[in-house]
């Protein structure tokens, strides 16, 4: 579905991304684990186009990104790793914008925008403005807003990150049911045990580098995920 080739993004002497060469397939749970600073949101950013790779090529669906922009951008949907909605409008009406974004006519965006607030149980603060909303309420919104035009690929860039475990686990149940429809996606986190819970395949990053690519499963054989990302990246 995405494959990476030989990519990497310098910003002038940092190594952010520094040779990730994988495949991401179709209608699995990807997950991008790493430290801070490990290259992860730099990874999520070229391959979502927000980035242009300093070299290194991106085929989505055997496509190259370059010269397929726009086909690219149908296919994926974006969770950021902070928030980035204007806080002063409503749930509705950031909804609203980022469907006209994507050109969805009326009547098919009110019913898309009805359709996925129900989702993720937001249909009561609907008409509340976005800065009243609890985190949790927050995230859900973040990740229903990047599906309004139905992408077939979801990038979640550290979707838990500072969640309290319920929420927590929410937002897990909300990823195993969009996998279940069918959706590729693709996450980054520095939580293992979210990885271990989520993914099907794991890559570990370490300063921008592979440092293993393996099922879950597999990388979690004979002793714990925990255990094979402390021996694989570096300590400091
Ligand atoms: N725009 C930028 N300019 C300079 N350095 C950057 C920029 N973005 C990221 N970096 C550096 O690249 C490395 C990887 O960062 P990032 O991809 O954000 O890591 P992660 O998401 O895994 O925490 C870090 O050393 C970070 O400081
Ligand atoms: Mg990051």
């Known amino acids: 579905m995405i494959e990476l080739v030989g990519l990497k993004k310098f910003f002038g002497e940092v190594k952010a991304v520094d040779g990730l ?50 086909f690219v951008k149908s296919l994926l949907g974006l969770v950021p790793q902070h928030l980035n909605f204007d806080q002063d409008l409503t749930v509705e009406e950031n909804l609203e914008l980022h469907a006209r974004l994507y050109h969805l006519p009326q009547p098919a965006r009110l019913a898309r925008i009805d359709e996925l607030l129900k989702f993720v149980e937001l249909e009561k603060v609907r008409r509340s403005f976005v800065r ?39 937002i897990w149940e909300l990823i195993r049911n969009l996998k ?8 980054t986190t520095h939580y293992i045990e ?33 255990e094979t990302f402390i021996a694989l990246t570096s300590r400091f």
């Open 132 to 170: 009243e909303l609890s985190g949790g309420m927050k995230r859900r919104l973040l990740i229903v807003r990047s599906l309004i035009h139905k992408p077939q690929i979801l990038f979640l860039d550290e979707p838990t990150v500072a969640l309290d475990p319920q929420v927590r686990r929410k």
């Open 180 to 187: 279940a429809q069918g959706i590729t996606i693709v996450l």
């Open 21 to 70: 060469s994988f495949e991401i397939h179709r209608g699995e749970v990807f997950g991008l684990l790493g430290k801070n600073g490990a290259g992860k949101t730099t990874t999520i950013k070229m391959l979502t186009l927000q980035l242009k790779p300093t070299a290194g090529e991106i085929f989505f669906a055997g496509r190259p990104i370059v010269g397929n922009e726009l």
């Open 194 to 226: 979210e990885a271990e819970a989520l993914c099907d395949r794991v890559a570990i990053l370490d300063g921008g580098k592979l440092a293993a690519l393996d099922s879950t499963e597999k990388l979690c054989a004979g002793h714990s995920l925990e």
